[in-house]
């Protein structure tokens, strides 16, 4: 409806009218994920937005300085729950994800909104509206890799530090859970955890069409991240959602012992992600839902940590024009490693 308006702004806000006008639309695919890890486009700089996407703390409380690093890369930066996805109603979902748009980079990608209209499995003819708040070197053009708790952590994983998941994350660590344990997880990512087996069908990624729009308002609220020339639409649309008092910021700071959520898992020490790796492939065979193949999974996932560079041989997946980029150590945790589950 508005995405007209919203390129028309777009091209006169950032002179990359033939490149938006290229990725106004297309069809492509979708994973899922939800590593905990603060989102590439939480660093400022990444894109002309009003500010960065609100990151929060061990404790989930959002943080003030964009600056801090990832959980996954030694620093306190996690995604807030509350960028989980939700039913606006029987049609409509709103969501976060992180995204590669054939022909852009995350300049054009951060903050962007894209409506997805799920045309595989049993959420097909559905729509849902993401809100792109990552990227991810391993993701194809075209691919949205939804972001929904207990999704599997992919190659980086903060929610054993930050929730006390298991050591690979909850369930599989490519594709996550797959059946409904979503009352076993913490409160907070509750609502977004059943989202999949309530609207969502359980499906097992949807292929989809999409096509740029200017963002719902109720997006933007949660995560504080406006594209440049962008007025978002709407206002109510996350009336349905429990309502949860929004944690005052606070800066970032040392994680208190006395987090709640936290308590377990900072009896352990800390960890670098490829040691933590290491020892999500001791603790495999104990979690009892992995498989060699993940498991190898794991052993490639440490090898890409030490290195920062992305596989070979990973023909189906082709790296962004900018995967340069990726190669910065602050890109350690919020760079995707998503394999296509094979459940
Ligand atoms: C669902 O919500 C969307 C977004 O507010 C709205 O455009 C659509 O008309 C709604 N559909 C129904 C069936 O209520």
């Known amino acids: 409806m508005s995405s007209i308006r919203s390129l028309a702004l777009l091209a006169l806000s950032t002179g990359f009218a033939s490149l938006s006008a290229a990725q106004a639309s297309g069809s492509g695919s979708t994973t899922r ?17 009003s500010s960065p996407v609100q990151m929060c703390g061990i404790n989930d409380t959002p943080l003030s300085d964009p600056n801090e690093k990832s959980a996954s890369d030694g620093g306190n930066g996690y995604m807030c729950s509350d960028q ?10 709103y969501g976060f994800a992180a995204v590669n748009i054939p022909g852009g980079s995350e300049a054009s990608w951060c903050c962007a909104c894209y409506e997805l209209t799920f045309t595989s499995e049993k959420v097909a003819g559905k729509k849902m509206i993401v809100q792109a708040t990552n990227t991810g070197a391993d993701l194809a053009g075209g691919q949205f890799d939804l972001a929904m708790p207990g999704g599997g952590v992919g190659i980086y994983n903060a929610c054993t530090k930050q929730w006390g998941a298991p050591a690979q994350g909850w369930g599989e660590q490519y594709g996550g859970i797959a059946t409904d ?3 076993t997880f913490p409160s ?38 406006i594209r440049q020339g962008e007025t978002p639409t709407g206002g109510d649309e996350g009336s349905d959602e429990p309502s949860t008092p929004k944690p005052k910021p606070t800066t970032a700071a040392p994680p208190a012992s006395s987090s709640p959520a936290a308590a ?12 933590a790796e290491s020892s999500s492939v001791a603790a495999a065979s104990s979690y009892g839902a992995s498989s060699a193949s993940s498991a190898a ?24 024009a900018s995967s340069a980029s990726y190669a910065a150590p602050e890109e350690s945790c919020e760079v995707e490693y998503v394999y296509e589950n094979e459940l």
């Open 264 to 275: 377990s898992s900072y009896a352990a020490p800390a960890s670098s992600s490829a040691a």
């Open 297 to 320: 999974a794991v052993s490639s996932s440490a090898d890409y940590s030490s290195t920062k560079e992305a596989p070979t041989g990973y023909g189906s997946m082709s790296a962004p």
């Open 188 to 225: 907070a990512l509750q609502p977004g955890c059943s989202w999949r087996f309530d609207w969502f069908g359980n499906s097992d990624n949807p292929d989809v069409d999409w096509k740029q729009v200017t963002c719902p308002k109720a997006l933007t609220d949660k995560t504080g991240c």
């Open 84 to 93: 989980s996805p939700w039913a606006v109603n029987e049609t409509m979902s």
């Open 181 to 183: 344990e979503c009352d």
């Open 33 to 49: 994920y939800w590593d905990c890890c603060k989102g590439s486009c939480s660093w400022p700089g990444k894109a002309d937005v």
